[in-house]
């Protein structure tokens, strides 16, 4: 039994996410994906594929990098 950070809902199947060496514990992908996917910063939807990375700069997909001012990104093939 453990208790979802986001949520607060105690849980017997939860799941456990480490990122930058820290231990999540969260009982469904959308509080998990609450917590930690960095959010488009165009449109503001939560990245949850690869994403493009620009720089510091995170966006869900090229079009909004584009959209954005970012030059040469592409949609991972
Ligand atoms: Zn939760
Ligand atoms: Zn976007």
Same mark, same amino acid.
């Given at each position: 039994?453990?208790t979802?950070?986001? %949520?607060?809902? &105690?849980?017997?199947?939860?799941?456990?996410? /480490?990122?930058?060496?820290? $231990?999540?514990?969260?009982d $469904?992908? /959308? %509080?998990?994906?609450? @917590?930690l996917?960095?959010? %488009?910063?165009? *449109?503001?939807c939560?990245?949850?594929?690869?994403?493009?990375?620009?720089? &510091?700069?995170?966006f %869900?997909?090229a079009h *909004?990098?584009r959209?954005?001012?970012? /030059?040469?990104?592409? &949609?991972? @093939?």
């Open positions: 039994m453990a979802c950070e986001v %949520c607060g809902n &105690d849980y017997d199947d939860v799941l456990t996410i /480490e990122k930058g060496g820290e $231990s999540h514990v969260f $469904s992908f /959308e %509080c998990a994906i609450h @917590a996917a960095p959010t %488009c910063e165009h *449109c503001g939560r990245v949850i594929g690869h994403g493009i990375r620009a720089g &510091d700069r995170t %869900c997909c *909004c990098a959209e954005s001012g970012v /030059e040469g990104v592409a &949609d991972a @093939a």
